[in-house]
């Protein structure tokens, strides 16, 4: 599959709702995105599929079937490797850019240390993106213009599901490389669930999607090595009924990670995701109110 190589973004992402949202669910994908621009392109030293390793690729599919369910579906449209929208939005590395980052910009974060901060320097199996420093400028357009908005609808998403139910669900959803992740008996997992350690959901809830994964054959694990993100830290306040879990999806199940073309499986675990969140839904509205999950 190649990507889509534009010159902007129109529009930078997609919200897409049911007719009503009967749900108090909102699914959120924030690296699915495949439009690269051609100035990204010809800035960075490596070619264009060197660039989607670090894509969620296709998560935004597997996820569609959350309008059927009767929740919003927002995903972005650029690609992680041009910006992140799992950090915080001033995680930079000075290193990377011509110019003097804002005093405020968080340079010494473990992400940034790592390559992987609000405009990343590296993809996800380490390589280099850039062939040169870039201006400061630019860095600063991508967050004003990208990263600030997506955040804004999405916040606004939850706040409509919060005031419409009393409370609200935002389901992040991710894939991970398969060399990544293995359960402590060396098994592959196929999925990993992310609560910051019980910090950004109610226990019901992440019990509720495990359970609903294992029925359906899946082997899943929690928080490791994948316990949540910028997301999932900033948009979980259980306490307030507004409750945030990570959803890791181990890519081999579904697609050939290195030509980044679909299996066949893909449509089998389609299903079987929007079969295990209809089914969460339905004990949720059948064995708690608001008030037990924010309670939890």
């Known amino acids: 599959m ?3 190589i534009a010159d902007e973004f129109q529009p930078p992402f997609i919200v897409s709702e049911p007719l009503g949202q009967t749900v108090p669910f909102v699914f959120n994908v924030p690296h699915a995105g495949a439009v690269y621009p051609a100035s990204f392109l ?3 030293r490596l070619d264009a599929m060197a660039l989607r390793r670090s894509e969620d690729a296709f998560v935004d599919e597997l996820f569609a079937c959350a309008v059927e369910l009767g929740a919003p579906l927002m995903a972005a449209r650029f690609p992680r490797a041009y910006l992140d929208l799992n950090r915080e ?3 930079l590395d000075s290193r990377m850019f011509d110019g003097r980052l804002p005093p405020f910009a ?4 473990m992400r940034v240390a790592g390559g992987l901060g609000t405009i990343p320097r590296i993809v996800s199996d380490g390589q280099e993106i850039y062939a040169a420093r870039i201006p400061v400028e ?10 600030k908005p997506y955040h804004r609808m999405l916040r606004q998403l939850i706040r409509r599901t919060a005031q419409a139910f009393g409370h609200a669900i935002l389901i992040d959803c991710h894939s991970m490389p398969s060399s990544s992740v293995s359960r402590e008996d060396g098994a592959k997992a196929d999925i990993v669930l992310g609560d910051r350690y019980g910090m950004s959901c109610a226990p019901f ?3 509720l999607v495990e359970a609903a994964m294992r ?3 899946y082997t899943v694990i929690r928080n490791k090595p994948y316990a949540g993100g910028f997301i999932t830290e900033h948009y979980g306040e259980p306490a307030l009924g507004r409750h945030a879990l990570q959803i890791e999806i ?4 579904y697609m050939d990670e290195r030509n980044m073309e679909k299996k066949p499986a893909f449509a089998t675990l389609a299903d079987d995701l929007a079969q295990a969140f209809s089914q969460v839904i339905e004990d949720l509205a059948g064995d708690a109110t608001p008030q037990q999950i924010a309670a939890e």
């Open 2 to 4: 190649r990507p889509i």
């Open 42 to 44: 010809s800035e960075s």
């Open 89 to 91: 939005p001033y995680e």
């Open 106 to 109: 968080n340079t010494r974060s």
């Open 138 to 147: 630019e860095a600063l357009h991508r967050i004003e213009w990208l990263y």
């Open 205 to 207: 809830l992440i019990d």
């Open 215 to 217: 029925g359906r054959g």
């Open 250 to 253: 181990n890519r081999a199940i």
